[in-house]
């Protein structure tokens, strides 16, 4: 047995021995780089890489191989190096300065007066440039940083209007080609607050006392990260220096508290790069204002949903005396705790459903006697439309004392926007008006023209004033009264026409023409 096992392995090892061996067959490939072609033979089924290093080419991060590195070799292939390096350079380069145009009513037609003499600035870039075998192929900015921002030239340019001057109480602001203006004791002194041409009239609001002018301006971040900023700026001062108050995304209210020296109430939305271009966070805040100094902030309603249609956003308004707070939003109205705090829902109202990116949010305004609230409500539907989509409005009131709503104009459109008078003195007591905006066609409000409406406080005496019978309409806007100073005057109510200020006289409805540049889109009255 141990023979027969011994002859079977001399026989393995014999036929083994026998059997010829296969030697790896060689590739001769062809490797460019550095200008210089090198044919190398080398093992077949070798990489380019050990190729590359066999004719004794050593690569860099940056360049580039045909083919790659990792592929198998094969019979002619031809490799290529391309030697890639960048260069980096940086350039000073001047800013041009641009040329900004206010128009002011106070000078003459055609006048032109230089405010504030231009200067370029100076942005430094970094330029990367890309060569390949020592030719550049490319080149790109790849940052840039401004040493020095240019400085705006800007000239007044005179179109003084030929409108008769009018004596006005209080202090009238109005913004006019995103830039503030002032007119005190006649229409015909006026001068500039802010100049700055970047007002966005999401926030226009006088103080109590005229003194300050709470406003928003446009912000130099891109929109999906800073909406705006919140500034004052004092209305007295020369020259007027605008403050910024360090909050920013201000787009639904912003408000002094009346009677009340001094504390802004405001709430805030978040930017998005999405229409309608942020998301409201429905939160409120008091920011004290001492000395002409913000001071400290106090939070009153945390971020919330808002309820339906949350995201557009809610806004508030302050009673006449500045004891009380009502906020509107797309599904109701009703006021806000200060002391838990909280919201208290007054009336429930039906959500439009505007099929868009924008929500309707009811309009309303306090009464004099600080227990009143005007308000517009979305009515019930008269034809086969849901109730979200009918195209019903009216101009209704709520008590606070009874919490008895009562509609007092219906149709009047879903912009009415009431605004209330100063208080007069009459044989009854003291009574006071009610302006608002009657859609021409209240069915479609939506896209109508408007009237300026008056009434006495309980819905009686209503009456037409302005524009004229067969003249277009107003855009909507809450109409301003101007104050009554110790029930003397007139009822003076400012609107916005055509782009300009004209001013209504409430008892005669006479109307005077104030500005002439076409403008015009905020007003203020106190």
Not at 19 to 29: G, I, L, R
Not at 80 to 107: A, C, G, K, Y
Not at 330 to 341: E, K, Q
Request: charged content about 15%; aromatic content about 8%.
């Amino acid at each position: 047995m141990i023979n027969k096992i011994l002859a079977f392995v001399v026989f393995f090892f014999w036929m083994a021995a026998c059997t010829p061996q296969v030697k790896q067959a060689d590739v001769s490939v062809n490797v460019i780089a550095d200008g210089i072609s090198q044919n190398i033979t080398i093992l077949a089924n070798s990489t380019v890489q050990q190729a590359l290093t066999a004719a004794g080419v050593s690569l860099s991060q940056t360049d580039r191989v045909d083919p790659p590195v990792y592929t198998r070799l094969t019979e002619g292939l031809a490799i290529s190096v391309t030697r890639v390096h960048e260069e980096f350079e940086t350039q000073q380069v001047i800013i041009p300065f641009e040329r900004q145009e206010l128009h002011n009513e106070s000078l003459p037609a055609g006048e032109i007066r230089l405010v504030q003499a231009g200067q370029n600035g100076l942005r430094e870039i970094t330029i990367r440039h890309i060569f390949e075998n020592g030719f550049e192929t490319g080149n790109s900015v790849v940052s840039e940083n401004v040493l020095q921002a240019a400085t705006p030239e800007i000239v007044m340019i005179g179109v003084q209007s030929p409108f008769a001057p009018l004596l006005i109480s209080g202090k009238l602001a109005y913004l006019t080609g995103r830039n503030a203006w002032i007119m005190e004791g006649s229409t015909s002194n006026r001068r500039p607050l802010v100049t700055t041409g970047d007002l966005d009239g999401h926030i226009f609001s006088l103080s109590s006392d005229g003194k300050w002018l709470l406003f928003t301006r446009k912000s130099v971040l891109p929109p999906d990260q800073e909406t705006n900023t919140l500034w004052v700026v004092n209305t007295a001062t020369q020259p007027p220096t605008p403050v910024s108050l360090g909050i920013s995304n201000v787009v639904h209210f912003a408000a002094w508290q009346p009677g009340k020296e001094y504390l802004i109430a405001y709430s805030t939305v978040e930017p998005s790069a999405n229409a309608p271009g942020w998301n409201a966070n429905n939160d409120l805040h008091f920011l004290t204002f001492e000395n002409g100094e913000p001071g400290r902030i106090i939070d009153v309603l945390e971020t919330n949903s808002g309820g339906i249609y949350g995201w557009w956003g809610m806004t508030f308004a302050w009673s006449l005396d500045g004891q009380s707070l009502a906020y509107s939003r797309p599904d109701g109205v009703g006021l806000v705790d200060l002391t838990i705090p909280g919201l208290t829902p007054l009336l429930n109202i039906t959500p439009l459903n505007t099929h868009g990116d924008w929500a309707w949010t009811p309009g309303l305004v306090w009464g004099n006697d600080s227990q009143t609230i005007y308000l517009v409500t979305h009515a019930a539907p008269t034809g086969l439309v849901s109730p979200e989509e009918s195209p019903n409005f009216d101009l209704a009131t709520v008590s606070l004392t009874g919490n008895i709503g009562t509609t007092l104009v219906p149709q009047t459109g879903m912009f009415a926007d009431p605004a209330v008078s100063s208080l007069r003195q009459s044989e009854s007591g003291s009574t006071y008006l009610l302006a608002f905006m009657q859609a021409i066609f209240p069915t479609q409000s939506k896209t109508s023209r408007y009237q300026l409406e008056v009434m006495n406080s309980d819905g009686t005496n209503l009456s037409s004033l302005f524009p004229a019978e067969g003249q277009s309409g107003l855009q909507p806007q809450t109409p301003v009264w101007a104050p009554r100073v110790l029930d003397t005057g007139g009822d003076y109510i400012g609107v916005i026409y055509e782009g300009n200020l004209w001013i209504v006289d409430a008892t005669t409805g006479q109307s005077q023409q104030i500005t002439g540049d076409g403008l015009t889109s905020q007003i203020d009255w106190k």
